[in-house]
């Protein structure tokens, strides 16, 4: 089975940055795609940012333009670049890693937008 460990998460004002990372247990050559997810209080999870093991990427509509999601194998590690941080950004941010019949997921962490 694969571990995810999410850091970066923290406290920023509106219109400022964050870079997340999420270190797999495993060689994400193996993991099929991986991805980002975030729950805001009383709203379920979301996807924000999710890259395959080719590296092609895919982004929810609410952060295009403003995250930039990337990976590198030889670190076990999939980042996300949040640039222009909003209010409405502010949720736990969860990685997942996604096998084909099983999926995998990290703690979370916490990110908050100040306005």
């Known amino acids: 089975q694969v571990q995810l460990v999410e850091s970066g998460g923290g406290l920023v004002q509106a219109g400022g940055s964050l870079r997340l990372s999420c270190v797999a247990s495993?060689?994400?050559?193996?993991?099929?795609?991986m991805g980002w997810y975030r729950q805001a209080p009383g709203k379920q999870r979301e996807l924000v940012a999710r890259?395959?093991?080719?590296?092609?990427?895919n982004y929810s509509d609410s952060v295009k333009g403003r995250f930039t999601i990337s990976r590198d194998n030889a670190k076990n590690t999939v980042y996300l670049q949040m640039n222009s941080l909003k209010f409405e950004d502010t949720a736990v941010y969860y990685c997942?890693?996604?096998?084909?019949?099983?999926?995998?997921w990290g703690q979370g962490t916490q990110v908050t937008v100040s306005s």
């Open positions: 495993v060689r994400i050559f193996s993991i099929i795609d």
């Open positions: 890259i395959t093991r080719g590296g092609s990427s």
């Open positions: 997942g890693a996604f096998m084909g019949r099983y999926d995998y």
